[in-house]
């Protein structure tokens, strides 16, 4: 193979610069594949980049290696084109659990209505934005306050 493989990733903190150094390395040296990684600063403009045209004022990749949300965003601006084709085994069996005390006052979802539910980074897929879509298909969001403990603002 001769084409070289043009591979985005977000680097959302500095351990992630290395990681893709190691994975660039890996590629070259004993796989063989002519692979170049990408950084970008956001999950938005990697998508942009997944789905940018020949032409477009854009940089463009081959692989996205998304978050769970820049994946639903990628196939729903794609018209469902794009298409998953790896993951990692630490992701397998991911879920999101709300968790409360034992025997205290909340056992159900319903015994949350009017209460304040503390989440993580309102940007993050896993801490805030998922969890949010699917609670709120279980309960009226009128009925329940969000803070948002992370530090990344929206």
Partial sequence: MNK??????????PKVVT???GMRRYFHEEANLPVEVILFQSYEAQVLALLAQSGDVVPRIDIAWNTNLAYLQSDEWSGHACRPIAMRDTDLGWMTKFVAVNGGPISTLADLKGRTLALGSRDSGHAAILPVHFWSNKICA???TIKHCGSTPI
């Fill in 4 to 13: 070289t493989i043009w591979l985005g990733a977000v680097a959302y903190d």
């Fill in 142 to 144: 009128k009925e329940w």
């Fill in 19 to 21: 990681i893709w150094e």
